[in-house]
């Protein structure tokens, strides 16, 4: 069994910073690619920032210069550093990580954690 568990959301001014993680944890042969999705209320998920095993990102336009994702592979951790946050930015976070607990990966998601941005 394999659990991702998120932590760091919360409530913010606009201009703020916050830091999200999320660990990895159970029987975990290997993690490919890992990433941050995001969901506003009335909205459909959307990626958010992504990072291959091998330390490549990629980001949404509209956090391209403010949000950074990082990894720590013997932690089985990823982290996403968000900075000039914005109202915009309001959403439920999710972590996403592509997991081989033999030979197989699959796909997990954490359970979300709720970033508010005040303007």
């Known amino acids: 069994q394999v659990q991702l568990v998120e932590s760091g959301g919360g409530l913010v001014q606009a201009g703020g910073s916050l830091r999200l993680s999320c660990a990895a944890s159970g029987s975990i042969f290997s993690i490919g690619a890992m990433g941050w999705y995001r969901q506003a209320p009335g909205k459909q998920r959307e990626l958010v920032a992504a990072?291959?095993?091998?330390?490549?990102?990629n980001y949404a336009d509209s956090v391209k210069g403010r949000f950074t994702i990082s990894r720590d592979n013997a932690k089985n951790t990823v982290y996403l550093q968000m900075n000039s946050l914005k109202p915009e930015d309001t959403a439920v976070y999710y972590c996403n990580a592509n997991i081989a607990r033999v030979h197989l990966f699959y796909d997990y998601w954490g359970q979300g954690t709720q970033v508010t941005v005040s303007s």
């Open positions: 990072i291959t095993s091998g330390g490549s990102t």
